[in-house]
């Protein structure tokens, strides 16, 4: 009786709708062992999945990052070094040109002082040597002047000898 009772305008029995009802909870019963099971489980993988390669997405940028900073590090501390070894040259360049400059002055007045030394020593030779000429001259002027009374022609004569004789030392 109850599976021929008329539920709505529908025409549907009571038993077909047991029936119904009993396969649709079967079917699913079905999905859930056969389909539903492995559907989650690929799902829960793949948000597993996502969640790793956000994780590893993340991981790697912090990498960059780090890298990213180590390099600018080493670039900035190159940098430093590069200055430095510049300064450094040109500290050491300064030096070598002060030394140079220092030495070249030194050198020139080193010459000076030669210098002036021999001229100095030219200039007393030179004196000695008229000095020499004129006591020599002097002795010959005063032997003939010894030899020879001085009379206005002997005066004369004695006045060309002497000047004879400046020609022959001079030369």
Not at 103 to 110: F, R
Not at 115 to 131: F, G, M, P, T, Y
């Amino acid at each position: 009786m109850l599976s021929h009772l008329i539920i709505g305008a529908s025409g549907l029995y009571l038993g077909d709708m047991l029936f119904i009802g009993i396969s649709f909870i079967v079917l699913m019963a079905l999905i859930s062992v056969v389909a539903w099971k492995p559907i989650t489980k690929m799902m829960a993988d793949r948000a597993d999945k996502i969640a790793n390669d956000i994780d590893s997405a993340q991981k790697s940028r912090q990498e960059a990052s780090d890298l990213a900073d180590q390099r600018r590090d080493a670039l900035s501390h190159s940098r430093a070094e590069a200055s430095e070894i510049v300064a450094d040259a040109k500290k050491s360049g300064e030096k070598q040109r002060s030394s140079i400059v220092a030495d070249a002055q030194n050198e020139a007045t080193q010459y000076k002082q030669n210098a002036r030394k021999d001229i100095e020593q030219e200039r007393q030779d030179a004196l000695k040597n008229v000095q020499s000429d004129v006591a020599d001259i002097s002795v010959a002027i005063a032997t003939k002047i010894i030899k020879k009374q001085l009379d206005p022609e002997g005066q004369q004569a004695l006045i060309n000898s002497y000047i004879e004789g400046l020609g022959k030392h001079e030369s």
